[in-house]
């Protein structure tokens, strides 16, 4: 009873697996399509001289023949070869290989600027997509996707672009014609060239009989390792705070085997057939079907010994193309899985810009009944807040209040569902995005720096600064001297020349915001996570940032903002309380934050 109840859900499965896998490559086909529709023309002119040029290897085949239909008949005459003949067959043998030689070359060239061409093309939509890409959206994208995207698909193109167009026609034309060649020598020769051919095809179809399926379950069991990965490595300070490290690593282990035996039931097979299969079309076994059979019709007077070498020679050319084709066909697999991620890449939502922009007229920053929500999940609801200019305002409140959410807002790392924010008494959506950022920068927990200099990481803001105003942001920023100490100083490049703590990283940003001179910051408390070491540096290099802005701060730890203008505490999106820290004392919220961090600190 067991089996006929699974029976009906694996089949259920293995259909859903296949329409997912059908669907995928309908997909990946239609992307694929869109993405060379440029560049289309070149590569097709690229695979007919590529066909030409298979079709020319014909020429040694013939000539081979011919000359040994002279060197036979000399010999039977008992007189020697003419040269005049000899000559001939020789020039016509170089001029064809020649030719064939430079139509290759002409080919690859058409199908390699095609390729630079295209590459040039689709980073320059990609750039103008990521330019004008919400803030956000970088948030929730990994870096890893944006440089598989960049690097890795686009090479995977490149194949398809400058290699494949040429190589496959070739590939396909060159034993068409030299079989076709092989039957005009003599039928019989050509069906033996051919022989083993339908053995090798009949076991490779059988082998590859559920490959859209297997391809498409794999998929899914590795993005089930996948997550089972990012659960163990992600949560591994919890699981090793209460003891369980053995259970989530248990689930990550018990995926992995899972992936592993079905990686060995489906390829164990797999590879056996495809050995099998190229065993009947390898080199040894061709010399051996054709010699042989070649030999008995010598024997009996049916065809020369040149037209037998020839077409064994011939037949010796199908493992090269089929290998040819089958890396195409895999090539062309994954060009189309890439250009599908090219695509999302591409199509990535942009920040809406005003179609009349507007100048802010001051640097007070106001919320006007927020809302917004992940999901089902509220992160602000119905906020109203103002930010006076020159004043410092902190957001605190448990995980999940919504503080990183306002904060970044006024970034424009995502718009309100409902209500605005506005800068000057302009509605964010109203201001160009090159404005604000003049207007409005940020300095987070995690900086992240350029592999670029020191100095042109701190100018990434302003690229026209002069030397004295960088180095004169890193002294307000309390990070010259560990700079200048350097072998190379400014110029010391990040991440090859030298690895940076936390809290230098940290002062180069806060030089970076320094120099930019925006009016509005935004601080994601930028000493939550240093040693004690550069604490006192970097709070030092923040009262000079914080001098004279309007300031907003997301807290993380209450007695890190005890000293600003206004803290306003929230709690599931909605402002609960707001005052100064004297006004707070005995607010419960709040209470309960300080008792909360007094907590976290004695056991630490």
């Known amino acids: 009873m067991t089996t006929q109840t699974n029976a009906p859900n694996v089949a259920s499965v293995l259909d859903e697996l296949t329409a997912q896998a059908t669907e995928k490559q309908a997909t990946d086909k239609a992307a694929l399509r869109e993405m060379l529709a440029p560049v289309k023309s070149r590569i097709w002119a690229g695979r007919v001289l590529g066909a030409l040029s298979g079709l020319l290897a014909v020429a040694p085949y013939v000539a081979l023949v011919r000359l040994g239909e002279i060197l036979i008949t000399a010999h039977n005459q008992g007189v020697n070869p003419d040269p005049g003949q000899v000559w001939t067959v020789v020039n016509w043998l170089v001029g064809a290989f020649a030719l064939r030689l430079f139509l290759y070359f002409i080919a690859l060239s058409l199908t390699h600027f095609a390729d630079v061409a295209l590459v040039g093309h689709i980073r320059a939509r990609m750039l103008t997509s990521l330019a004008h890409a919400p803030l956000s959206w970088f948030s929730a994208t990994t870096s890893g996707r944006v440089r598989k995207a960049i690097q890795d698909d686009l090479l995977a193109l490149h194949m398809l672009i400058a290699h494949a167009p040429v190589e496959t026609a070739a590939a396909i034309f060159m034993p068409l014609g030299l079989l076709g060649y092989a039957f005009i020598v003599d039928w019989r020769l050509g069906l033996l ?193 103002t930010l006076a200019p020159g004043t410092i305002t902190a957001l605190i409140g448990p995980s999940g209040s919504g503080k990183s959410t306002l904060a970044t807002m006024v970034a424009r790392f995502q718009d309100p569902d409902s209500g605005y924010v506005s800068l000057g008494g302009v509605d964010l959506r109203q201001i160009s995005s090159k404005r604000l950022y003049q207007q409005v920068a940020f300095v987070l927990q995690d900086p992240q720096l350029m592999r670029l200099s020191i100095r042109d990481n701190i100018a990434l803001a302003r690229p026209d600064a002069t030397d004295e105003q960088i180095r004169e942001a890193a002294r307000a920023a309390r990070i010259a001297d560990e700079i200048e100490a350097l072998d190379h100083g400014y110029d010391t490049i990040v991440g090859d020349d030298t690895e940076l703590s936390g809290g230098q990283k940290q002062r180069i940003a806060i030089a970076r915001a320094l120099l930019a001179d925006a009016s509005v910051l935004i601080l994601d408390e930028a000493t939550a996570f240093t040693d004690p070491e550069s604490e006192a540096e970097i709070q030092q290099a923040l009262t000079r940032l914080a001098a004279g802005r309007t300031v907003l701060v997301i807290a993380h730890r209450p007695a890190s903002i005890v000293g600003a203008d206004r803290i306003v505490v929230l709690e599931r999106g909605r402002i609960v309380a707001q005052g100064t820290h004297e006004q707070l004392a005995d607010e419960p919220h709040y209470a309960a934050l300080w008792r909360g961090n007094q907590a976290k600190e004695y056991r630490a």
């Open 193 to 385: 060239a051919l022989a083993t051919l339908p053995v090798y095809a009949g076991i490779y179809g059988w082998a590859m009989r559920d490959m859209p399926v297997k391809t498409a379950e794999m998929e899914a069991r590795l993005a089930k390792v996948s997550s089972r990965m990012v659960e163990f490595v992600s949560g591994i300070a919890v699981v090793k705070a209460f003891g369980t490290v053995g259970r989530a690593h248990g689930r990550y282990a018990e995926a992995a085997d899972e992936f592993g035996r079905f990686w060995m039931a489906w390829n164990g097979p797999l590879v056996k057939s495809n050995a099998l299969g190229m065993g009947f079309v390898s080199v040894p076994i061709l010399l051996a079907v054709n010699l042989a059979g070649g030999t008995a019709m010598v024997n009996a007077g049916w065809v020369s010994a040149a037209d037998v070498l020839a077409t064994t020679l011939i037949a010796l050319v199908v493992p090269a193309a089929l290998q040819t084709i089958g890396n195409t066909s895999w090539a062309y697999q994954r060009a189309g899985a890439s250009a599908t991620r090219i695509q999302q890449l591409i199509d990535t939502p942009t920040l809406a810009e005003p179609e009349h922009p507007q100048e802010p007229v001051s640097d007070e920053v106001h919320f006007e009944h927020v809302s917004y929500a992940y999901g089902d999940t509220s992160a602000a609801d119905d906020v109203t807040l």
